[in-house]
C-alpha cells in the first residue's frame, strides 16, 4: 500500500507540470554488425506481447480498462498477422508455456523489460544517459544481452530469433482533456494529456544478445480500433531488420 | 451519583457488549468485478497473478499451501475461502497481502511470527477483510479523486501565482495527501475489525489477533535495544502511515475478540508439525537479515511452545554468525542443547565443532567436527571441513 502512494504522489508531481521532450521521444538501434537479410529463411519467435491500455486520470493516474485493453491485445494481434508477409521472415507464435517453461519464459520477459529499460533510460534518450553509452552512441555500438540462457526457452529451439512486444497506452480522460485546454489558455502551463509507449525487441536466441530495439514514448494509431492497431504495429516494428517497413 | 455510575457504566459497557458480539456480515457469494474500474484493476490482477504463478519466488509445496489455505477457510469459513488462490513467497519479511481478484499473497517472513493456527488465521482473515469489502477499488477511487482535486487546485494557483495562493495549494495538498494517508488507515481498521469478527465466528482462539501484535511489537524493542536505539513508540501515528499503530491495533484487536473464545483451541501443535519441515529453511533466511535482537526474539517466542532442536539450532547460527567470543561460547551450548534432543542433527555438530575451534579447544572442537563429517558424508562444504581436521583423519 505504501509504494502505491508514494508512486501516486510521484506520477502526480512527474505528469502534472513536466511535458516530455518534444524530440527524441522515438529511437531505434540494430547491433553492429548484425544484418536480417528478407527472405533468408529465418524464423522469428513471436512471445506473447504485454499490452495495457487504459485511461489517465484529471490528476495523471492510470486507470486500467479491461474491455480496451482486451480488444487492443486482439487487435494488435490481427495486425502483427497482417505484417507478417511484409517483415521479410517467417513469424512463428510461441508456445503457451506450462510449469517450469512457464518460469523460465516469466523470468526472461521480466529480464528483457529491465534490460530494454535500461537502454531506453540509460543510452537511447537524452537525459540520463551513461557515460559508456554516450560514447557507444558516437561509435555507433550497441551491446546487449539477455544471455545464452534464452535459448532454453519454449519454442526457441525451432527458432532463431526472438521478438518481444511491448505496449502501454493510458487515453486521456474528459477531464484531463479539460484540464490541458484550461491550463493553457489560463497561466499557459502545458500538461500532457495521454501517454502511448511501446517498444519492440528483436533478441538472437542461440546467444541471447539484444539485435535490435526500437522505443517510442509517443505512439500513434489507436489500438483499440483495428486500423489505429494496423498502424500501432507498423511504428512498433519500424526500422524491422530485413523488412519493407518505415521505409 | 449512583444513578450517575449506573449510567456512565451502561455507557461503557454499551461498547463493551456490542464488540462482544462482533461477527462478520452474511456472505454475499461469489462476486464479479462491476464497472470500469473494477474489471480494469481485476483484468490488472490476473495478469499479475499469471505472473506470480510462473514467478521463481513462490514456494510450491503443495502441503504447505493447502495446509495455509485449510487455516485460511478454518478462520473465514468454508463458504468464503474457496474461491481464493494462496501463493507462499519466499521473503523474510512479516506480510500478507490480498489483493482484488482473491489472490492472496503469503511472505515466508509471517511464518516465523505467528505460534499457531489462531495467530496465522488472524493474519490471514484481515487479509481477507481486506478483499471482502474491496479495499483496493476504493483506496484507488480516493487517490484518484485526491490526485484531481490536486491538478485543479495547482490549475487554479496558476491562475493568480503568489506567495500567498502558492501557500493555500501546499496546504490543500498537505491534507489531501494527510486523508489518503488516513484512508488507507481506516481500511485497515475496517480489515481487522472483520478479521477478529471471522476468528469469533471460528473454533479458532480469537485473542490471538491482539497476542500477535503483542509479540509483534516485542520484537521490535528487542530488535532496537540489542542496537541501542530508542524503544520505539507503538502509540504514535506518522502523518505517511498507511497502518495504524501498533499499539492502537493490539488494544482494539483484544477487546473486540469475543470473551467466551478464550479456552478454544489456537492449533499450536498442528502449527508446529506442519511447519516442521520448512522452519529451519525460514529461520536460516531471518539469521541472514542479520538482526540480531529480531531473530533472538523471534526464536524465543517460537520456542514458548517447547525448544526443539530446530529452535536451538537456528538460536546457535544466530549467535555463532554474530561471532564475538562471548557468543561462540553461548552457542556451544545452544549446539550442544540441540544435541541433546536430536543427536543425528549433523548441523548442529558442524555448528558446535566450528564455535570450539573458535574458542581455543580444537580438539573437542575437531571431534564433534567428525561428527559432522558421520553424520553428512555428502554435505556441500565437506572437503572444507575435512581441512580444519588432523592430516591422519583427513583421509
Known amino acids: 500500500m505504501k509504494h502505491i502512494l508514494r508512486a501516486l504522489a510521484l506520477a502526480m508531481c512527474v505528469t502534472l507540470f513536466a511535458a516530455a521532450p518534444a524530440s527524441g521521444q522515438e529511437r531505434s538501434a540494430t547491433k553492429q554488425g548484425f544484418e536480417l537479410a528478407p527472405k533468408s529463411g529465418k524464423k522469428i519467435l513471436v512471445f506473447r506481447p504485454s499490452v495495457q491500455v487504459g485511461s489517465q486520470s484529471t490528476g495523471g493516474m492510470f486507470e486500467p480498462n479491461g474491455e480496451w485493453t482486451d480488444s487492443a491485445k486482439r487487435n494488435l494481434q490481427v495486425a502483427l498477422e497482417k505484417l507478417q508477409t511484409k517483415l521479410g521472415n517467417e513469424i512463428v507464435v510461441a508456445p503457451e508455456a506450462y510449469g517450469e517453461d512457464a518460469q523460465k519464459l516469466a523470468e526472461h520477459m521480466a529480464l528483457f523489460a529491465a534490460v530494454s529499460d535500461a537502454v531506453i533510460e ?66 499557459g502551463i502545458p500538461v500532457k494529456s495521454g501517454e502511448h509507449q511501446g517498444y519492440a525487441g528483436l533478441v538472437d536466441l542461440k546467444t541471447g544478445d539484444i539485435l535490435w530495439l526500437n522505443a517510442d514514448a509517443a505512439m500513434g494509431g489507436d489500438v483499440r480500433e483495428a486500423e489505429g492497431a494496423d498502424k500501432r504495429a507498423a511504428q512498433l516494428l519500424e526500422d524491422f531488420p530485413g523488412s519493407d517497413l518505415g521505409q | 451519583m449512583r444513578a450517575l455510575l449506573a449510567i456512565a457504566a451502561t455507557l461503557w459497557a454499551a461498547p463493551h457488549a456490542a464488540a462482544q458480539q462482533m461477527l462478520p456480515p452474511p456472505y454475499q457469494g461469489v462476486y464479479q468485478p462491476q464497472g470500469v474500474d473494477e474489471i480494469g484493476l481485476w483484468r490488472e490482477d490476473d495478469e499479475a497473478e499469471k505472473e506470480l504463478a510462473a514467478s521463481p519466488l513462490v514456494i510450491r509445496d503443495e502441503a504447505l499451501t493447502a495446509y495455509v489455505k485449510h487455516v485460511l477457510c478454518e478462520t473465514v469459513g468454508d ?17 500478507a497481502s490480498m489483493s482484488p481478484n482473491g489472490t492472496m499473497r503469503v511472505l515466508s517472513g509471517l511464518f516465523l511470527r505467528v505460534r499457531n493456527e489462531a495467530e ?19 483506496a484507488f477511487r480516493s487517490r484518484r479523486t485526491g490526485s484531481d482535486v490536486l491538478a485543479w487546485g495547482a490549475l487554479l494557483a496558476g491562475m493568480a501565482p503568489g506567495y500567498r495562493t502558492m501557500r493555500t495549494y501546499q496546504d490543500l495538498q498537505l491534507s489531501v495527501y494527510g486523508s489518503l494517508f488516513r484512508h488507507s488507515r481506516d481500511q485497515e481498521r475496517e480489515a481487522d475489525r472483520l478479521g477478529v469478527a471471522y476468528l469469533n465466528r471460528s473454533a479458532l482462539r480469537p485473542q490471538a489477533a491482539g497476542d500477535m501484535w503483542q509479540h509483534v511489537m516485542a520484537e521490535a524493542e528487542s530488535s532496537a535495544s540489542v542496537r541501542g536505539l530508542k524503544k520505539p513508540n507503538f502509540n504514535a501515528i506518522a502523518f505517511t502511515a498507511s497502518h495504524p499503530p501498533n499499539g492502537e491495533r493490539a ?47 523471534l526464536i524465543q517466542n517460537l520456542a514458548q511452545n517447547g525448544w526443539t532442536d530446530t529452535l536451538w539450532l537456528a538460536r546457535g547460527n544466530l549467535y555463532r554468525t554474530r561471532g564475538t567470543q562471548r557468543d561462540f561460547i553461548a552457542a556451544a551450548q545452544f549446539y550442544q542443547n540441540a544435541l541433546a534432543l536430536n543427536p543425528a542433527l549433523g548441523e548442529a555438530y558442524r555448528g558446535l565443532g566450528l564455535s570450539l575451534i573458535k574458542t581455543a579447544r580444537r580438539t573437542e572442537g575437531q571431534a564433534a567436527l567428525k561428527h559432522y563429517l558421520q553424520l553428512s558424508p555428502d554435505a556441500s562444504d565437506a572437503a572444507m571441513i575435512r581441512l580444519m581436521l588432523p592430516e591422519e583423519n583427513s583421509q
Open chain 2, 120 to 138: 496465522l488465521g488472524a493474519v490471514l482473515g484481515h487479509e481477507f477483510g481486506h478483499f471482502e469489502s474491496r479495499h483496493t477499488l476504493q
Open chain 1, 122 to 187: 540509460y543510452q537511447f534518450f537524452r537525459g540520463n544517459r551513461l557515460p559508456t553509452k554516450k560514447r557507444d552512441n558516437k561509435e555507433d555500438v550497441f551491446d546487449w544481452s539477455l544471455g545464452a540462457g534464452v535459448a532454453d526457452l519454449p519454442g526457441a529451439k525451432d527458432a532463431d530469433y526472438g521478438l518481444f512486444l511491448y505496449n502501454r497506452d493510458a487515453y486521456g480522460s474528459t477531464g484531463r482533456k479539460v484540464l490541458q485546454v484550461l491550463a493553457m489558455l489560463g497561466p
Open chain 2, 79 to 95: 463458504d468464503r475461502c474457496n474461491s481464493v488462490r494462496v501463493y507462499i513467497i519466499r521473503e523474510p519479511t512479516f506480510n
Open chain 2, 251 to 297: 488494544a482494539y484487536l483484544t477487546e473486540l475478540a469475543a470473551s467466551d473464545g478464550d479456552a478454544r483451541d489456537d492449533g499450536a501443535a498442528r502449527y508446529r508439525e506442519a511447519l516442521a519441515t520448512w522452519m529451519p529453511v525460514f529461520l536460516d533466511d531471518q539469521i541472514k537479515l542479520n538482526d540480531f535482537g529480531a531473530s533472538d526474539y
